[in-house]
């Protein structure tokens, strides 16, 4: 049986381990944006054919459950003589923390704090030592130099979670600060700090692959749900790695602020009345002919 402080360092780092659009990818969106709505529990059957709609074969679908449930994102439980998954409190711990990044994305405005992290862990704990920088990295942590990382103060718990899941409290130190100065440009040192090349590419990807969607005057509700998943899928690592820098220290190109709106704007036409689809679905042989 995996410790406590085993769990909660999967479940930090959960939303980066598969890649966006695979099977296992857009069964954990679906829980996190669907089968939360509905309680926490969903019926096997139906949980196939949400996931069929969007492409999935059913074996590709019993592949993903087995991986989350590896994972202790779900667990085997029967309600009412029907077979289901419900989602675990670990994994509702970590879509709770994964919201605000995914549905309100924030920006660092005029004289808000940094937050620093400096540690130097021993080689005896190397393996430990590649995990925080990783971990660090994929909530939006700017690598300053090898033992020093940087992000948003507003990260700072985040930061601070991953450290003590790791249980290398004892070798990090961090700081508040609200000045920073470089030896060039604040935008020259963000470059350095972050692969803003690498995550510029992301968002013009993200807009390439769903900027019609705002064309879509009307939709049923099984048509949102269809577009929107795979749009929220490719979205939600996004925020993750964009730490929300400030545009003083952005290239002046920087293409993240349309896709920040595109997908505020597909939230709002599509999150609700999927998810009203999905609740009068569940349950219905509809759900599983696409209709």
């Not at 909530?139 to 700072?156: D, K």
Request: glycine share 8%; hydrophobic share 40%; charged share 25%.
């Amino acid at each position: 049986m995996n410790s406590p402080r085993a769990d909660l360092a999967g479940a930090v780092l959960d939303d980066i381990d598969s890649r966006p659009g695979s099977a296992t990818s857009l069964a954990r969106t679906v829980l996190g944006a669907y089968v939360r709505d509905l309680g926490g529990w969903i019926a096997i059957a139906d949980f196939s054919g949400l996931l069929a709609g969007l492409g999935v074969p059913e074996q590709s679908t019993r592949t993903a459950v087995t991986r989350l449930k590896s994972k202790g994102v779900l667990a085997a439980e029967s309600r009412g003589g029907r077979s289901g998954y419900r989602i675990t409190d670990a994994a509702e711990a970590m879509y709770s923390r994964g919201d605000p990044r995914i549905f309100g994305f924030r920006q660092m405005g005029d004289g808000e704090a940094w937050h620093l992290i400096s540690f130097g862990i021993p080689e005896s704990q190397r393996a430990a030592r590649h995990q925080l920088r990783r971990r660090l990295s994929s909530i939006g942590c700017g690598t300053v130099s090898a033992g020093l990382w940087i992000c948003p103060e507003y990260l700072a718990a985040e930061a601070s979670a991953i450290v003590s899941a790791l249980a290398l409290d004892e070798y990090v130190t961090s700081f508040r600060a609200t000045e920073l100065q470089v030896p060039d440009t604040l935008r020259a040192a963000a470059a350095q700090w972050w692969d803003l090349a690498a995550l510029a590419d992301r968002h013009r990807a993200f807009l390439e692959h769903h900027r019609d969607i705002l064309a879509l005057e009307s939709r049923t509700g099984r048509q949102a749900f269809d577009r929107f998943v795979p749009l929220l899928d490719e979205w939600r690592i996004i925020p993750y790695l964009d730490p929300g820098l400030p545009e003083e220290m952005l290239p002046a190109d920087w293409p993240g602020l349309d896709s920040v709106r595109l997908f505020a704007d597909a939230q709002q036409r599509c999150l609700e009345p999927s998810r009203r689809w999905v609740r009068s679905s569940v349950g219905d042989a509809s759900i599983n002919v696409g209709l």
